[in-house]
T-cell receptor, first 118, second 110 residues
Framework: AQSVAQPEDQVNVAEGNPLTVKCTYS??????LFWYVQYPNRGLQFLLK??????LVKGSYGFEAEFNKSQTSFHLKKPSALVSDSALYFC????????????????FGRGTQLTVWP | DGGITQSPKYLFRKEGQNVTLSCEQN?????MYWYRQDPGQGLRLIYY???????QKGDIAEGYSVSREKKESFPLTVTSAQKNPTAFYLC?????????FGPGTRLTVT
């Protein structure tokens, strides 16, 4: 079974400080991993993905994430947080065995609310 | 959100009424999905479809129905059998391993 865990419902950080939003996953095979961001009453916006290759993935708005296979983690990071980064963040996973099928579904975590205070 | 339209943004209905949520896309993507979002529960998959006239149940399909008569359209009907329909509903399209989301419809049933 595939699943994603985001162990923190909320993360609070001061502007200018580094931020980390944690994600661990479980898949039967190898994963595709994603981070999405959601602002209030909006749809999800894609931030970054890990498909293959370099374990450190860079994405939109200065975010990056590191794929760690041994720890089955894909934590989202940013060196210097902005107040505008405050939003709800979702981690998602898909089993690589679904490759070639557009029907491959994503499994989402429950989300982590990030608050950056001035 | 570009390329995927969900209407209306806010929808209010009385209990016992069926209601249909619209999802239209011009991305030419084969796959389409409906998710339900409740506070603290993440996204839960309701239905998904790969091609016209074909769709499959997701994890919480009870009380919902869909159709896929055109590639561009994947409407979701929330029936009176859905016991707790008030939620934020998100439509998405998919190609290869990526999904793209619409802006969502907030449904309130009283």
């Amino acid at each position: 079974a595939q699943s994603v865990a985001q162990p923190e419902d909320q993360v609070n950080v001061a502007e200018g400080n580094p931020l980390t939003v944690k994600c661990t996953y479980s898949v039967s095979g190898n994963p595709y991993l994603f981070w999405y961001v959601q602002y209030p009453n909006r749809g999800l916006q894609f931030l970054l993905k890990y498909i293959t290759g370099d374990n450190l993935v860079k994405g939109s708005y200065g975010f990056e994430a590191e794929f760690n296979k041994s720890q089955t983690s894909f934590h989202l990071k940013k060196p210097s947080a902005l107040v505008s980064d405050s939003a709800l963040y979702f981690c998602a996973v898909r089993d690589r065995a679904d490759r070639g099928s557009t029907l491959g579904r994503l499994y989402f975590g429950r989300g982590t609310q990030l608050t950056v205070w001035p | 959100d570009g390329g995927i339209t969900q209407s209306p943004k806010y929808l209010f209905r009385k209990e016992g009424q069926n209601v249909t949520l619209s999802c239209e896309q011009n991305l030419n993507h084969d796959a389409m999905y409906w998710y339900r979002q409740d506070p603290g529960q993440g996204l839960r998959l309701i239905y998904y479809s790969q091609i016209v006239n074909d769709f499959q149940k997701g994890d919480i399909a009870e009380g919902y129905s869909v159709s896929r008569e055109k590639k561009e359209s994947f409407p979701l009907t929330v029936t009176s059998a859905q016991k707790n329909p008030t939620a934020f509903y998100l439509c998405a399209t998919g190609i290869y391993y990526e999904q793209y989301f619409g802006p969502g419809t907030r449904l309130t049933v009283t």
